[in-house]
Nanobody, 128 residues
Framework: QVQLVESGGGSVQAGGSLRLSCAAS????????MGWFRQTPGKEREGVAT???????TYADSVKGRFTISRDNAKNTLYLQMNSLKPEDTAMYYC??????????????????????WGQGTQVTVSS
């Protein structure tokens, strides 16, 4: 049974940092593309960053240079280091997985449909 559990969310002031984690179990973690997504009420779930099994990462333009996605295959854990946070980063953040060495083509608003497994999410709130 595939399970993804996010942690590390919270409240922070603009300019601050948070590190999200996603613990994976129930499948061969190293064989899956992993991604971080976020969603605010009334909006589509959007792609934030993905990382394939080779360690190649892709980012949404809105977070490039501020967020870093990484994975530790030995610990079956995915991370998202978020720096220079802005109020517009406020959202529920989800990790997701899809089988395959490479990740789906990064399309911020439609990519979510290509991922098979999802965590329950962790809330990030950035105040100005």
């Amino acid at each position: 049974q595939v399970q993804l559990v996010e942690s590390g969310g919270g409240s922070v002031q603009a300019g601050g940092s948070l590190r999200l984690s996603c613990a994976a179990s129930g499948y061969t973690y190293s064989a899956y593309c992993m991604g971080w997504f976020r969603q605010t009420p009334g909006k589509e779930r959007e792609g934030v960053a993905t990382i394939d099994t080779y360690g190649t990462s892709t980012y949404a333009d809105s977070v490039k240079g501020r967020f870093t996605i990484s994975r530790d295959n030995a610990k079956n854990t995915l991370y998202l280091q978020m720096n220079s946070l802005k109020p517009e980063d406020t959202a529920m953040y989800y990790c997701a997985a899809v089988r395959g060495g490479g990740c789906p083509f990064f399309s911020r608003l439609v990519m979510a449909a290509k991922f098979s497994y999802w965590g329950q999410g962790t809330q990030v709130t950035v105040s100005s």
